[in-house]
C-alpha cells in the first residue's frame, strides 16, 4: 500500500522558519521525482518545488526562490520542504506527491500518481 506522510507543519510568525517532511512508503521511492504543492483557503492548488530522482534536477514556483529549499534523502525515503522567511500568504496546507519518471522535475499536478494528505502551515503578521 502506498503511502505519502507529511509533517512539520505548524503555526508561526511571519519571519519564521519551518522545515517539512513527507515520508513515503508502498513503492519505489527513487524511482519518482517528488514535489510539493498548496492549497489556501479559497484558492486553487499551486506547485511549490519539485526535485528529480537523485535531487539533480530542481523547480520552484518563480516567487518562491530563494526563501524554499526542496531535498531528499533518499535513503530515508523522505522528502523536505525548508521554508525560510515565511510569510502570511504561505498560510496553505502543504501537500507531497509523487511522479513516475523521476528523472526530471514536474510542475504539473496531473502528472502526480501518488498523494499526500498534507500538513497545515499558518503563518501569522
Known amino acids: 500500500q502506498v503511502e505519502l506522510v507529511e509533517s512539520g507543519g505548524g503555526s508561526v510568525q511571519t519571519g519564521d522558519s519551518l522545515t517539512l517532511s513527507c515520508v513515503g512508503s508502498?513503492?519505489?521511492?527513487?524511482?519518482?521525482?517528488m514535489g510539493w504543492f498548496r492549497q489556501a483557503p479559497g484558492k486553487y492548488r499551486e506547485f511549490v518545488a519539485s526535485?528529480?530522482?537523485?535531487?539533480?534536477?530542481?523547480k520552484y514556483e518563480d516567487s518562491l526562490t530563494g526563501r524554499f529549499t526542496i531535498s531528499r534523502d533518499n535513503a530515508k525515503n523522505t522528502l523536505y520542504l525548508q521554508m525560510n522567511n515565511l510569510k502570511p500568504d504561505d498560510t496553505a496546507e502543504y501537500t507531497c506527491?509523487?511522479?513516475?519518471?523521476?528523472?526530471?522535475?514536474?510542475?504539473?499536478?496531473?502528472?502526480?500518481?501518488?498523494w499526500g494528505r498534507g500538513t497545515q502551515v499558518s503563518v501569522s503578521s
Open positions: 508502498g513503492y519505489t521511492f527513487d524511482a519518482y521525482a
Open positions: 526535485i528529480s530522482w537523485y535531487g539533480d534536477y530542481i
Open positions: 506527491a509523487a511522479a513516475p519518471g523521476g528523472n526530471y522535475y514536474y510542475t504539473d499536478a496531473e502528472r502526480y500518481r501518488f
